[in-house]
């Protein structure tokens, strides 16, 4: 079982709808981050979290350290935030710090 | 400021081959991470190098290897090319190399795109 569980592993949403993406771990982390990969491969980290909730623009992170739980959400949303979002954790379990271990990601497309 | 930069962006080797990716952090950061990732899935860690010593491995075979030079840039070496390495290898630079302190930043950069065939 991945440590890391993210859904749905896809999602089509209409322009202007409201988008929820969740993620579960199963360890003891020092921070979460929810990254951002448009096609073609670069990634770009739009939160680092270890507490309560960070706003951006129209997104929205939240976390629950004791349910081991993050929602990404996406306010209305615009064709320009198809993407992969990808949840991430850190975890001093493994050993090592500043490693992320990922979910599968969630493959978004929103449509015009 | 550059960014963190790969090279090459794209690489296509045979079977058996061997392949050398390089990766040049943000100024400053002295920690880099390299992670493999397959079409459909998200990036799996393979190596953490800070201040030139390995840190960390992930459940990679020993035909995976890095290190880190004094400038703190990096390369990875795969060796003995399977049709499974195809993947696009992504490398990560952070100041530090611990999460002791948790409001670090991590940067990404492009990726090289790897074909085995």
């Known amino acids: 079982k991945n440590e890391v569980e993210q859904s749905p592993q896809n999602l089509t949403a209409q322009e202007g709808e409201f988008i929820t993406i969740n993620c579960s771990y199963s360890?003891?982390?020092?921070?979460l981050h929810w990254l951002q990969q448009h096609p073609g491969g670069g990634i770009v980290s739009l939160f680092m979290?270890?507490?309560?909730?960070k706003k951006h623009g129209r997104l929205i992170a939240t976390i629950n350290i004791q349910e081991k739980h993050s929602s990404l959400h996406i306010t209305a949303s615009h064709p320009r935030d198809s993407a992969v979002y990808i949840c991430?954790?850190?975890?001093?379990?493994w050993g090592f710090g500043n490693v992320l271990h990922c979910g599968s990601g969630t493959q978004v497309i929103v449509l015009p | 400021d550059a960014g963190v930069t790969q090279s090459p962006t794209h690489l296509i080797k045979t079977r058996g081959q061997h392949v050398t990716l390089r990766c040049s952090p943000i100024?400053?950061?002295?920690?880099v991470s390299w992670y493999q990732q397959v079409l459909g899935q998200g990036p799996q860690f393979i190596f953490q190098?800070?201040?030139?010593?390995?840190?960390g491995r992930g459940n990679f075979p020993d035909r995976f290897s890095a290190r880190q030079f004094p400038n703190y840039s990096s390369e990875l070496n795969v060796n003995a090319l399977l049709l499974g390495d195809s993947a696009l290898y992504l490398c990560?630079?952070?100041?530090?190399?611990?999460?002791?302190?948790?409001?670090?930043?991590?940067?990404f950069g492009s990726g090289t795109r790897l074909t085995v065939v």
């Open positions: 990560a630079s952070s100041p530090r190399g611990d999460s002791s302190r948790s409001g670090y930043g991590y940067t």
């Open positions: 100024s400053g950061h002295k920690s």
């Open positions: 190098y800070y201040e030139k010593e390995e840190r």
């Open positions: 360890v003891g982390i020092s921070a």
């Open positions: 979290l270890s507490s309560g909730k």
């Open positions: 991430a954790v850190r975890s001093v379990r």
